[in-house]
C-alpha cells in the first residue's frame, strides 16, 4: 500500500478529486466506485468545481455507490441515494441512468443483493474505488468479523455505527438497522482502490492498518493483500502512528 500524506483536509480532498479528475480525462468510460459519509463531501466539491471552470465531462462513466440503507426510499434526505445526487450527481453531467446504488426500499433484499453483484460483473468490474474507513475499520458498511470473500449482502448495523452515523437522522431511533453494502470481495475485485483518512479519529485505525496483521476482526486489514492501494491520509489521522 503506497500512502500520500497531506497536509489537512482541504488538501486530502484536493489531492483525490485532482486523480480521479486525471482518471476520468484519460479514461472517459471510467467506472469508478463511490463512498458516502463524511470524508468524501471535500472530494466531490471539488469535482464539482473543476466541472464547471474546465469541464471535465463524465458524459461516459459509470459509478457504483458501496451501500444504502435498508428501507429508505431514493428521495429520503438520509438515502446515499439522496446524498450522492445532493453531494455530486446533480452538479456534474453523468447519466443519472449510469449512477448504481443498491436500493434499500425493494421487497425482496437478498435478490437486490445478488442483482447487484451481478450488475458490477456484468460492466466488467470496478475501476477505481474510493474507499472512507470506520473507526473500528470498516470499509464500505463490513463490520468487524465479516468474510473476506464476502459479495454484496444485507448488515445488521452495529451500535458504534448506528451512533457514528446518527449525526445525519434527528434521532438515534431513526438510523436504520440494517444496510445492503457490497462485500469485501466485491471491493477486492475493484482494479485499484483509494483509501481516504482523514482526522484524528481515525488515527487508531490507520495505525492497525498499517503495522496489524491481515484479519477479519479488522476489514481493512483485507486491503494489504490487494496490489493498488493508495492510502490519502492527513497529518491528524498520521500523528496516531507508533
Ligand atoms: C460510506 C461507507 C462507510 C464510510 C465510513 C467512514 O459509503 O461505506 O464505510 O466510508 O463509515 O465514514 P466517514 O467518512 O463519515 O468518517
Not at 470496478?126 to 468479523?145: A, K, M, S, Y
Request: aromatic share 8%; charged share 20%; proline share 3%.
Amino acid at each position: 500500500m503506497k500512502i500520500i500524506e497531506a497536509k489537512d483536509y482541504q488538501d486530502l480532498s484536493k489531492i483525490a478529486a485532482d486523480y480521479i479528475i486525471n482518471k476520468v480525462n484519460s479514461f472517459p468510460k471510467l467506472k469508478l466506485g463511490l463512498a458516502t459519509g463524511g470524508t468524501p463531501i471535500g472530494i466531490y466539491k471539488n469535482l464539482i468545481a473543476d466541472h464547471q471552470k474546465n469541464g471535465t465531462s463524465y458524459r461516459e462513466i459509470t459509478t457504483f455507490n458501496l451501500d444504502e440503507y435498508v428501507g429508505l426510499a431514493g428521495h429520503n434526505q438520509n438515502s446515499y441515494r439522496y446524498y450522492m445526487n445532493h453531494h455530486l450527481f446533480d452538479h456534474i453531467d453523468i447519466q443519472k441512468k449510469n449512477t448504481f446504488i443498491p436500493r434499500g426500499d425493494v421487497d425482496n433484499i437478498q435478490s437486490e443483493c445478488s442483482a447487484y453483484e451481478d450488475l458490477i460483473q456484468k460492466h466488467k468490474g470496478i475501476d477505481l474505488q474510493i474507499l472512507g474507513i470506520g473507526t473500528n475499520g470498516h470499509i464500505g458498511f463490513n463490520e468487524p468479523g465479516t468474510s473476506f470473500k464476502s459479495e454484496t449482502h444485507v448488515v445488521n448495523l452495529t451500535a458504534s455505527t448506528r451512533m457514528a452515523n446518527a449525526r445525519y437522522f434527528n434521532s438515534l431511533e431513526e438510523v436504520p438497522t440494517r444496510a445492503i453494502t457490497m462485500g469485501i470481495g466485491t471491493i477486492m475485485k475493484s482494479k485499484e482502490i483509494i483509501l481516504l483518512i482523514s482526522g484524528e479519529q481515525k488515527k487508531e485505525a490507520l495505525n492497525r492498518l498499517l503495522t496489524g496483521t491481515v484479519d477479519e476482526s479488522f476489514p481493512a486489514s483485507a486491503l494489504k493483500n490487494h496490489p493498488y492501494v493508495t492510502i490519502i491520509a492527513d497529518k491528524a489521522a498520521i500523528a496516531g502512528l507508533k
